[in-house]
């Protein structure tokens, strides 16, 4: 079974911080995708790397692949209350289907 | 486009009843999957399906049956519903399974008494 670990659980920061949430697995994915999910509705796709050491940058944020492609990070520049959410990695195995992390909540405070 | 849809959003069932969850997608996707979402357990699949007629099952599929006989619905059955079926539900669609981008619905909330 495919493990995907996400720390930090919870976070609470100002406005204007900068903030690194991240995502690990002991396994090797083919991909591996960032969403954001806002409270009462459905999870949205944010962005999927697929190369080990890929890096994409989405307007303030950034998120990398690891070399390995076992593990992959969300960077996020200047924070704003419009970021609040629980942001979920979710790993493609072997099989085609999706394994997802527990997530990080993230509050970001005016 | 809706994109995807489920109904209801909201559900109280007692121990025992039955309900079937609706989910349509009007992307012509094949592939459909079913989830739950639990506090501190993330996103658990339960059942799939790769293309109309077809259905596999996931990692959590006990108490739950499921049918795909159009493209653009996938229905999530409960026969008998119990309380540890309580839990978010959300449906989702993908164009492909290479990289298995998902689209998901707005998500059904059902609490089983």
């Known amino acids: 079974t495919q493990l995907l670990e996400q720390s930090p659980q919870f976070l609470s920061i100002q406005e204007g911080e900068n903030l690194t949430v991240y995502c690990n697995s002991s396994?090797?994915?083919?991909?591996l995708q960032w969403y954001r999910q806002e409270p009462g509705e459905g999870p949205v796709l944010l962005v999927t790397?697929?190369?080990?050491?890929e890096v994409k940058k989405l307007k303030r944020l950034t998120f990398q692949f690891g070399d390995a492609r076992k593990d992959s990070s969300l960077h996020i520049t200047a924070a704003q209350p419009g970021d609040t959410g629980l942001y979920l990695c979710a790993g493609e195995g072997s099989n085609y289907k999706l394994t997802f992390g527990k997530g990080t909540l993230l509050t970001v405070n005016p | 486009n809706a994109g995807v849809t489920q109904t209801p959003k909201f559900r109280v069932l007692k121990t025992g009843q039955s309900m079937t969850l609706l989910c349509a997608q009007d992307?012509?996707?094949?592939?459909m999957y079913w989830y739950r979402q639990d506090p501190g357990m993330g996103l658990r699949l339960i059942h799939y399906?790769?293309?109309?007629?077809?259905?596999a099952k996931g990692e959590v599929p006990d108490g739950y049956n499921v049918s795909r006989l159009k493209k653009q619905n996938f229905l999530l059955g409960l026969e008998s519903a119990a309380p540890s079926q309580t839990s978010v539900y959300f449906c989702a669609s993908s164009y492909s399974q290479v990289y298995n981008e998902q689209f998901f619905g707005p998500g059904t909330r059902l609490t089983v008494l």
């Open positions: 399906s790769v293309g109309e007629g077809t259905t």
């Open positions: 396994s090797v994915f083919s991909s």
């Open positions: 790397v697929v190369t080990g050491g």
């Open positions: 992307m012509n996707h094949e592939y």
